[in-house]
Structure formats: C-alpha cells, structure tokens
T-cell receptor
Framework: GAGVSQSPSNKVTEKGKDVELRCDPISGHTALYWYRQSLGQGLEFLIYFQGNSAPDKSGLPSDRFSAERTGGSVSTLTIQRTQQEDSAVYLC??????????????????FGPGTRLTVT | SQQGEEDPQALSIQEGENATMNCSYKTSINNLQWYRQNSGRGLVHLILIRSNEREKHSGRLRVTLDTSKKSSSLLITASRAADTASYFCATDKGAQKLVFGQGTRLTINP
C-alpha cells in the first residue's frame, strides 16, 4: 500500500514569507508526528496528533509554527514569517497507536521522504 | 531534551565485518526503536523492542535491551555497502512521542 507522502519535496522561500507543508499519512494510522532535522543533527520532535487533536504542542519552536490535521488524515504544518534558522528537513511520520486514559503506547513509525525547506 | 544517545557518533568498517552501535537513555521506557536514515531524508524502521524483552532478531540485525543499565545495542552482522547510513535509536516513555538520539553514522568500506 501507499506509504507516507509529503509535499513539496523541496521548498525555497524568502525570509519573512509563510510556508505550508503537507503530510498524507498511511490510511488507518491514527497517530501523526512532525519532526525537524537540521543539517547533521538528530530529529527534533515538533508536534503529535492523535486523530485531529494535538495533545502535545510543546515541541513547536515558536508561535510562528502551527499545525492542523483534518478528517484524521492529512496534516499541514505552517510556518509564518520564515527565518533562516527554520531551514531544515521537515519529516512527517504516522503510526498505529494504542491510547487509553492516561496511557499512550507507540508502535513503529513510518516516515515520509521529508520536505527540505531552505529560507534565503 | 535528548533521551537517547548513540555511541559511537561515527563508525567505519570493512565490508563483511560486524558493526555494533550503542544507545543509552535516562528514564524508564515503554519501548525502544531503531531506525535507519539514508542521505538525510526519510527514516526506515528497523526493530522495536519492548521494555520486557531482552533481545530481538531481524535478518542480519540483532538488538539487545538492558533496562537495568538503560542501554541498547544494535548489531549488524556481515555488513554490506548498502548498510552505509545513519542509525538512530528512539525511546518511547509513554509521553505520546518518540525521542530520538543524535545517531551513529556508519560507513561500510568495500
């Protein structure tokens, strides 16, 4: 079946512009994650969705970053007034999830190919 | 904050040799996962080991988990050039996210 897809694959934008990144998860995966990876670095967690809800937004670097998910499927990550330090590869992942009150149990995450964002 | 830390940061071996990478973490976990990344783009899931498991195998991969030492190791046997990649461990603390380490860059020399 189809994997996680992301668009665009590459985005070059001028400082101060807004950008929108899209993620299409694997069908049936209720959990969706956004990460950021700067050159040569590990993955930095940004935000997690369970269904359309984002219980944990603590990883968003600033209020210029926002994300939403509709219909329990597609998610968009929006960066307003982009800065050069926003340049990175933005990775989306989806997974099954076992969620009960006060408990979260993760399964393996399936990653998309990423969007390489360059802010000039 | 960083939960998993891989060691070494970089490893270079000859094709056919075994490669061992280690991961240490700080707090209790539900499970620990290993991922591979080629060319700085999407990650590929390799193995998930749960906190009540001590060892898992998948093909040429062997993962161990020692919860008393808060450490895990990934062994790749009979390495191939195609194994050249970055390898990351990620820990699930039940906090609704995985926390990734900085990764080990593995180079297999022909």
């Amino acid at each position: 079946g189809a994997g996680v897809s992301q668009s665009p694959s590459n985005k070059v934008t001028e400082k101060g512009k807004d950008v929108e990144l899209r993620c299409d998860p694997i069908s049936g995966h209720t959990a969706l994650y956004w990460y950021r990876q700067s050159l040569g670095q590990g993955l930095e967690f940004l935000i997690y969705f369970q269904g359309n809800s984002a219980p944990d937004k603590s990883g968003l670097p600033s209020d210029r970053f926002s994300a939403e998910r509709t219909g329990g499927s597609v998610s968009t990550l929006t960066i307003q007034r982009t800065q050069q330090e926003d340049s990175a590869v933005y990775l989306c992942a989806s997974s099954l999830a076992d969620v009960s009150p006060g408990r979260f149990f993760s399964y393996e995450q399936y990653f998309g190919p990423g969007t390489r964002l360059t802010v000039t | 904050s960083q939960q998993g830390e891989e060691d070494p940061q970089a490893l270079s071996i000859q094709e056919g040799e075994n490669a061992t990478m280690n991961c240490s973490y700080k707090t209790s976990i539900n499970n620990l996962q290993w991922y591979r990344q080629n060319s700085g783009r999407g990650l590929v899931h390799l193995i998930l080991i749960r906190s009540n498991e001590r060892e898992k195998h998948s093909g040429r991969l062997r993962v161990t988990l020692d919860t008393s030492k808060k450490s895990s190791s990934l062994l790749i046997t009979a390495s191939r050039a195609a194994d050249t990649a970055s390898y990351f461990c990620a820990t699930d603390k039940g906090a609704q996210k995985l926390v990734f380490g900085q990764g080990t860059r593995l180079t297999i020399n022909p």
